[in-house]
């Protein structure tokens, strides 16, 4: 997907008034089309931002006009007992301490369990892998990877959760925008506790927390088909039962609710990428389809990445398990 910078953006309205009299309408139209894209991505990221600043402002106690990653660092600081330079050096190592900590964990592959799975991400020191701080990513990175909370501010879902959330950046946005009841899922103990912690400091009262294991074991009855709306990105190829997990998470849609699903299950090897995932690389629809889900044709404000997708239960989860 290509767009001009922000700071660009002047000059691509001057450039296409510049074809656009030359009659040069051919260059003039993907000029335009540029300016259209960047601006749709400059309202996805400026939503976001102005959804989560003022509760990040009472989650620090930071005056008005402080920067988001000054609030980001500060919050980090304030949850690990640190100070923001601490934690500003540790997320800078994050790529190197997980690159070391998987090969040390994944050294061969098919010695590997989900209880040793779930022991590495339960070992990483706060904040190594925490994703709240994808809010300090550049407009462009922010808008695809919220695209999620774009069809949420349309579809306007009652209740609507977040498989494999992480830190619950996704679902503090939809719990403070409109929908009433959000759910966390994440195979993580130290996200999920972190994300308890800053949804009590932001004051966001709707986001309930649940163990990915408990969730794939015995999925709580309150859960079961509750939720009218689902979120699930570039969590599956970190899986180690996809078969199960996808069972899970659709077992929480209620029947015509609606997934916004993407994995990256080819892109091996890659740090925490199990290589037993990569069969579903192509897959995906099939994958969701053994578990009620069909893919359905969506309209966003700028073209998607190639594997996100939308899905639409069609089935109930008592069907499927029959079939």
């Given at each position: 997907m290509s767009i001009l910078n922000p700071e660009d953006l002047s000059r691509g309205c001057i450039h296409f008034q510049d074809q656009y009299r030359k009659l040069n309408f051919g260059a003039a139209q993907k000029i335009l089309a540029l300016i259209e894209q960047t601006v749709q991505v400059e309202k996805v990221a400026l939503k976001i931002r102005e959804a989560i600043y003022p509760r990040l402002l009472v989650a620090v106690g930071a005056p008005q006009g402080t920067s988001i990653p000054d609030l980001i660092w500060q919050l980090y600081a304030i949850y690990a007992k640190s100070t923001p330079a601490e934690m500003m050096t540790l997320a800078a190592q994050t790529g190197e301490i997980f690159d070391t900590g998987w090969k040390n964990l994944a050294a061969d592959e098919d010695d590997l369990s989900a209880d040793t799975l779930k022991s590495f991400y339960d070992s990483l020191a706060f904040p190594v892998g925490c994703t709240f701080r994808k809010l300090i990513s550049d407009n462009l990175q922010l808008a695809l990877q919220a695209l999620p909370f774009w069809a949420v501010t349309h579809i306007k879902p009652k209740a609507a959760f977040d498989f494999g959330g992480n830190s619950g950046l996704m679902t503090t946005l939809m719990a403070t925008t409109g929908t009433g009841r959000c759910l966390l899922v994440d195979f993580s103990s130290k996200m999920l506790d972190f994300a308890r912690w800053k949804d009590r400091r932001m004051g966001v009262t709707n986001v309930e927390c649940l163990e990915l294991d408990v969730a794939m074991s015995s999925l709580p009855h309150p859960f079961k088909e509750s939720f009218d709306f689902g979120v699930c990105t570039e969590v599956m190829e970190h899986i180690f039962d996809v078969e199960k997990a996808v069972a899970a998470m659709a077992a929480l849609l209620k029947k015509d609710g609606l997934l916004f699903f993407s994995a990256s299950f080819g892109h091996y090897p890659y740090p925490s990428h199990l290589r037993r995932n990569v069969v579903f690389a192509g897959k995906e629809d099939?994958?969701?389809?053994?578990?009620?889900?069909?893919?359905?044709?969506?309209?966003?404000?700028?073209?998607?990445?190639?594997?996100?997708?939308?899905?639409?239960?069609?089935?109930?989860?008592?069907?499927?398990?029959?079939?």
């Open positions: 099939d994958l969701l389809r053994r578990h009620g889900l069909q893919p359905v044709d969506a309209s966003f404000p700028f073209p998607m990445a190639p594997n996100q997708k939308l899905y639409k239960k069609v089935v109930s989860s008592t069907s499927t398990h029959r079939r």
